[in-house]
């Protein structure tokens, strides 16, 4: 079967999709994934056939939608939408589309749904954040990382749904009507509630032993499959200067370069130095970071490296939340520090989950808000000294580790499948 698969977001977007397309093309079907031109390079290296999007994604978002606290997440992510629907990108969905016989699509992808109902071929929602709604948590639109009850989490999912649906209905029902004549959609009919009703399936990307299935989630088209980690340590080389510092000493404290380009500096780095007394990693900030003679404390990485090959070396990760970085912190069995940064994501939605099941320490700073190094040293403090938390960490390290979210993945593909288009030896 032709399967085009359609993701576009930081790159963290795009990597579990490259190991769900390979885990479909093993299954038999010819994949090929559609993305921004930036990642032409890396999808193609694994064999992947690449399809590029060209259209030019809105970046800015207004600063006055800080006013609104608790909705500046919501507000971000649908005024994002919108302006990549005003921006062509109906029109560039619907180009890339062609030829397939089944679609599989992101959460920013989400009118490829109405592409495969034009087509008639099957469609499945393959995101990174939840959409059905529960009593268990919120929607990961609508939450700032602290908990707010089972009333509110079950009223935030119908509420983002018919406020998202409300921003791009207008826009949607054009498109349906000039380019996919087809009709227009009711008022009331959020995205969601359109997908449930037809029964479309949904593979949820990440871990159940993470976010356990909810109670309410009865439907089979709803999977929970495990997180797709696209491993790439096999072929790398680590550099001799790193593989030395590791040796050197106790394991040491990573800091991800998206924690962060503004709040962290040298200053800040050497006074985690002194207030800890631990080891630390940073990526890819400061470039003065590199002229501090403290060889064996600290260390500055420039580039890429595998997760899976350096995570279960450190003995805390700090980083921004993002469901990647999280899941494969866990996966390595490593505590985390969790600091979301950015308005328009499901960093908050994350954090929260890794402070409900005590794997990790949140840190929800306000708008514009400074983190101190005192803080933060305190954090790392608990972190590296709470024996509870790491053997909860080695606990769910060791379920995921057994986990093949690919394959489930596959295996769900496969299930929802008419009998007669399990394979399709015509090409794109």
Known sequence: MRVTIVTFGSHGDVRPYVALSLGLKRSGHEVRLASWDSEQEFVSSFGVEFVSMEWNEPTTIPEWISIFGLLTNTINSTIYSYHNIKNGLLDELWRVCQGAEAIIFNGTSFPCYYIAEKLGIPCY????????????????AMTDGKPLGSIYNWLSHPFFNQFFWQSVRQTINQWRKETLNLPPLPFWKGVVHQMQ?????????????????????????????????????????????????????????YISQIWHRERLGKEMVLKL?????QRIIVQGLDDDLCD?????????????????????????VIHHGGLGTTMSSLRAGVPVI???????????FWVLQLANLGLGIPLILQQNEQLSAERLAEAIKIAINDNAMQDRVAEISKKIQDENGVQQAVEAFNQHLPSNQHQNPIKF
């Open 338 to 348: 969790a600091i979301p940064i950015h308005l328009l994501t499901d960093q908050a």
């Open 292 to 316: 501090i003679d403290l060889t064996d404390k600290l260390f500055y990485i420039k580039g890429l490296i595998p997760h899976e090959w350096l995570f279960p070396k450190m003995a805390l």
């Open 273 to 277: 130095l002194a207030l800890t007394g």
């Open 197 to 253: 009703e037809q029964k479309i399936p949904f593979l949820y990307g990440y871990s159940p032993y993470f976010l356990p299935k909810p109670s309410e989630w009865t439907d089979d088209f709803i999977h929970i499959t495990g997180y797709w980690y696209l491993d790439t340590s096999e072929t790398w080389q680590p550099p001799n200067n790193l593989m030395n510092f590791l040796s050197a000493g106790p394991a040491p404290i």
């Open 125 to 140: 929602a393959a995101p990174m954040q939840t959409y059905h709604q529960t009593r268990a948590f919120p929607s990961a």
